[in-house]
């Protein structure tokens, strides 16, 4: 698939209003910058939980579900590869194979949402105290990451083939 300029740019705008603004807010809605010795300091209680969860999400869309993606497919290749294989060996080596695959896909299908109940716990526990203040950050992220939606979906229909095709973006 061909990068165009106009791709790139909506990839980058995806980019900044999901993940640099959602960020950029939350860190200046529960930062505490003074003059102390500690110069830059934040409420951990869920300021950090916010953080954390929301960089875990960007790794999760960015690498795990696109590995995912690569399993299924391979998963599925090999099984049409075991109907009609005949060696014993092979058939032996592909059923090895699409086990550690197969075992990849549950573990990750898993623990990734256990691990999203168990942060929205902490994240619930830490709330309880700052709920006023972190709707209203909640409120300018949602309006963020759904202008960085549109720009995802801008970004997601621009495709152009390598050699040949619409050029309109370069």
Do not use: C
Request: without cysteine; positive net charge.
């Amino acid at each position: 698939m061909k990068m165009t300029k106009k791709r790139l740019a909506f990839f980058l705008l995806h980019l900044l209003f999901s993940a640099v603004v959602p960020i950029a807010l939350v860190i200046v809605r529960y930062s505490t910058i003074a003059n102390t010795k500690a110069a830059v300091g934040f409420k951990i209680s869920i300021t950090g939980v916010l953080l954390l969860i929301f960089v875990f999400w960007v790794v999760k869309k960015l690498f795990i579900d696109r590995k995912l993606t690569d399993l299924k497919a391979q998963g599925n290749i090999m099984l049409a590869n075991l109907k009609t294989k005949q060696d014993p060996a092979e058939i032996a080596a592909l059923e090895k194979e699409l086990k550690n695959i197969k075992t990849l896909e549950a573990v990750f299908g898993s623990i990734i949402p256990l691990l999203f109940i168990v942060a929205a716990i902490i994240a619930f526990k830490a709330l309880e105290a700052q709920l006023v203040t972190l709707s209203a950050t909640l409120g300018y992220i949602g309006i963020s990451y759904a202008v960085g939606f549109v720009f995802n979906v801008l970004y997601s229909r621009e495709i152009h083939a390598k050699n040949g095709g619409n050029n309109n973006g370069e």
